[in-house]
């Protein structure tokens, strides 16, 4: 019985090679590919794949949220996050997840497909030196502080930000302040920065 995947990726050409080598392989069948997040979500509760092979940072959602949003709907469906980023920040917030597997994207072909293979059966594959790392440095923001952050990140401002998550400005003032405080950052844009880099964002 085929392993029947879905993948979500941003970038058309990494999403359609992905599609093309794990093709080939006998035992698998690609049930659906999704260019954002929103449209992954979509996608895996129409096809309930085995594995749901997702990035990390795309638009609508990212993939982290995604294994979230799996998680808490008790979906019958694996997640492996296959990303160029080898943040320690994001490989522990995705253990914290239940996600099967944390795959960077410069590994070869032969072993995404084992990866997915082991997976599937119920086992986690993580990168070795990357699951060592992630466990020196705690993350030390709130899921909202992280919202927040991200939000100033992209240069939306305390006004913009408190419409998009339905909060008063004061309390997103309140929000970045703690967030910069905890990051020993000078402003909103280097704590950005500097969650961004540790993979707390």
């Known amino acids: 019985m085929s392993i029947r995947v879905v993948i979500a990726e941003d970038q058309a050409m990494v999403r359609g090679a992905l599609a093309a080598l794990l093709a080939i ?5 690609i049930v659906g590919e999704a260019r954002d997040g929103g449209e992954a979500l979509e996608t895996v509760l129409r ?9 990390i940072e795309m638009p609508e959602a ?3 949220e995604l294994a979230a949003e799996i998680q808490r709907r008790k979906l019958p ?19 914290d997840l239940g996600v099967s597997g944390y795959l ?3 590994a070869p072909a032969a072993t995404l497909a084992n990866a997915i293979r082991r997976i599937r059966a119920g086992g986690r594959v993580v990168d070795p030196e990357l699951a060592a790392e992630a ?6 923001l709130t899921d909202r502080e992280r919202q927040v952050l991200r939000y100033a990140g992209e240069g939306a401002s305390s006004a ?24 020993g950052a000078a402003n909103r844009t280097e704590a950005a920065r500097l969650a961004r880099q540790k993979g707390w964002l």
């Not at 096809?47 to 990035?55: A, C, I, N, R, S």
């Open 25 to 29: 392989e006998s035992d698998m069948e």
């Open 47 to 55: 096809t309930l794949p085995d594995v749901l092979l997702t990035d």
């Open 62 to 64: 990212t993939g982290l």
């Open 77 to 95: 469906v694996r997640v492996a996050i296959l990303t160029t980023f080898a943040r320690p920040g994001y490989l522990r917030r995705a253990l």
């Open 104 to 106: 960077l994207k410069d």
């Open 135 to 140: 466990w020196t440095e705690a993350d030390p």
């Open 160 to 183: 913009e930000i408190a419409v998009r998550l339905e909060l008063s400005e004061g309390t997103v003032r309140n929000y970045l302040s703690e967030a910069i405080g905890k990051l």
